[in-house]
C-alpha cells in the first residue's frame, strides 16, 4: 500500500526548496534552486520576484517529476520566509519593484518619526516599530517608487508576503491570501481580531485593498494544477513557525532556537498572549476554527549573515564547515558584537553597528570566529533572560538550523543559559512542521508522527553558573558601552 504524501514548499533568503514526505516523516524526493539576494546600497537587501518564484516552481516541478504517477500525494504546505514583501499587478501578474528582504532597513526614516506610539503599536500588533517588518517597507516603496505608487492609485497593486505571492500564481491568481503568522509580519495585523487594524493602515498610508484576505494556517488554499496532476494546497505559515512545529513546539512551554540567516528564539504560550517588554508576541498558527497559538519570540539578525561578512568581506574563513575548527583552535577569548542590520531582541536597536573589543598582538582569526559564535549565543541568552525577568521559565531548547551543526556554538549557548540544548538530528524542520499542519488539514491519522526527532544530540551545561554570570554581565557592559559610541561618533 502507498503512503501518502504530502509536498512542502519552504521558501528561504538563499534557497527555494520542495520535499516529498511520507507519513513516517521520511523525505522520498527533495529539490532546491538558489534565490539571489542583491545589496544595492547600505543597508538594503532585495531579492527579484520572478528569481523567488521561478525557483520554488522548479523545485516543485523537479518533486513532482520523481514522483510516480499513482503517488497519493494529499497536499501541499507553504512556508516562507517572514516580513519580505512582493509587489505586483494584480491584473498582469508582472512584479513591480524590487522584493524588499526581511533584512532591508530602508524603512528605517519611516518609523524614525513614530517612536512615541512603541506602547500602542506594540499592544496592536505584539511587533516594535522597526523597519524590519513590511509595513516601512511597503510605505517607503509607496512613497519613492513611481510603479508602485501608481499601481495603488489604479487599484490594482498586491503587496503580500512571499507565500501570499507564490500561491496566487500557483492557483493563477485565484487565491490572494496569508495566514495569521505572515500577516502579523507586516506588523498591519491587529492580534484581537485577527484582521487588518485601521490605525495601523492608517499610520503607514496603506490601502487595505492591496493586502490579501487572511484564511487559518491549515485548511483549504485552492488547488494547483501541475504536470497533469491537480493537489490542494492545504497549509501555509512562516518558516519559523513551521521550525517550530517541526522540532515538537507545539505544546504550551515549548522553546525552540533556529540558527540561519538569523537566529530566532521561540517560546510557545499557547492560546495565551503574554508581554514581555523587548520580545515580541507572534502568531505561531491557527487551526481552522480553533483559537491562535501564540509565542514569545525574540530575533538575531545577523546569525549565519554573520560567518558571511567575516568569509566574504574579511576572509577570515573559506566555507561555513571551518567555523567549528576555527573556534575549537582559537587560544584568546575577544568579544564580538554580531550587529549587522542592527541589534534585535530584546534591544531593537538600529543604530548600533558590529564590533570587536579585547584585540591585542596574540589575536588570530580563529578568535574573532569563535567571538563571533560567542556573540551570537549572548544574543540568544539575552533574550531568554528577558523570558525569565518576566517570570517564564524555558527548561531544555530544542534547536535547528544551519549553524546548530556547530557544536562549539550550542555548547555555549547551554553553558550561558544553564539549560541543556537539544539538536534535532533532522535538518528539514520547516518542511516538517509545514507538512504536518497539511496532514492535519488533510485528516491523516499519521500527521503527529512527522513532529518525531530522530538523531538528537544533547548539549549539558558545564559552566559553573556564576562564571556564566560573570560572562554575560561583561557581555551587557560591552553592548551597552557600544550602544553609547555608536551614538556619540559618527563616521564621515
Known sequence: MKKPLVIALDQGSSTSRALAIDSQGKVVARAQFPVHIFYPKAGWAEHDA?????????????????????ADVLGIAVASQRSTVVFWDRKTGKPAARVPSWQDGRGAPVVAPLQARQAEAHVRTGLYLTPYYS???????????????RLAEEGRLLAAPVATFLIWRLTRGEVYAADPSLAQRTMLLNLRTMDWDPEMLSLFGVPRAVLP????????WGSVSRDGR??????????????????????????????????????????????VPGLLTSVGWKLRDRAPVFLQEGTVHAAGASFDWLRQNLGLLKKQADI???CRASKNR????????????????????TAFFGMTTQTRAADLVRATAEGIAFEIA?????????????????ASGGLSRVSYLLQFQADLLGSEIERCGEAEVTALGAASLAAEAAGAPWAGRLRQGKGVR?????????????LISVWGAFVKAQAALSREISLP
Open 50 to 70: 520572478l528569481d523567488i518564484a521561478r525557483s520554488q516552481e522548479r523545485a516543485l516541478d523537479a518533486v513532482l517529476a520523481k514522483l510516480s504517477r499513482g
Open 135 to 149: 509595513a516601512p517597507k511597503i510605505k517607503w516603496f509607496l512613497d519613492n517608487e513611481p510603479a508602485v505608487r
Open 382 to 398: 539575552d533574550i531568554v533572560g528577558a523570558l525569565r525577568g518576566a517570570g517564564l521559565k524555558p527548561g531544555a531548547v530544542k
Open 324 to 326: 567549528e575548527r576555527l
Open 213 to 220: 484576505s487572511i484564511f487559518a494556517s491549515a485548511g483549504e
Open 230 to 275: 491537480k493537489i490542494p494546497i492545504l497549509a501555509c505559515l512562516g518558516d519559523q513557525q513551521a521550525a517550530t512545529i517541526g522540532l515538537g513546539g507545539m505544546a504550551p512551554g515549548s522553546a525552540v532556537a533556529n540558527y540561519g540567516t538569523g537566529a530566532f528564539f521561540l517560546y510557545n504560550t499557547g492560546e495565551e498572549q503574554h508581554r
Open 458 to 470: 544533547v548539549f549539558k551545561p558545564s559552566l559553573p553558573p556564576a562564571e556564566a554570570q560573570a
Open 334 to 353: 575577544v568579544l564580538v558584537l554580531p550587529a549587522i542590520g542592527g541589534l534585535g531582541a530584546p534591544r531593537w536597536d538600529y543604530l548600533t553597528r
